[in-house]
């Protein structure tokens, strides 16, 4: 199920014991952001109740898609996170 942000949720009944789950981006609705980010394509998701983890909640990385060409801003908000070098 998807709501209005696009995020999605999976109800998974019992314990899966190692099985995993893996997001796989399949494509993008943007025609001018289609191509999926090289290690953002993918996100693996373990079902097991045993791991230590206190809550029934599971979450997968962030995925996503490159856009062909770059926004306007970025060059701004790159020059922020380079900071000064010494």
Same mark, same amino acid.
């Given at each position: ?6 995020? &999605? ?6 314990? &899966? ?9 399949? $494509?993008?609705?943007? +025609? ?22 206190? $809550? ?6 962030? =995925? ?14 790159? +020059? =922020? ?6």
């Amino acid at each position: 199920m998807e709501d209005s942000s696009g995020a &999605h949720k999976v109800s998974i009944a019992d314990d &899966h014991d190692d099985q995993l789950c893996e997001s796989v981006l399949i $494509s993008s609705l943007q +025609k001018d952001c289609a191509l999926a980010m090289p290690g953002r394509e993918r996100a693996r998701v373990i079902f097991t109740n045993n791991n230590g983890i206190n $809550s029934n909640n599971r979450f997968a990385n962030n =995925l996503g898609f490159i856009k062909d060409e770059p926004l306007a801003a970025c060059a701004q908000v790159l +020059k =922020l996170y380079e900071g000064d070098e010494v």
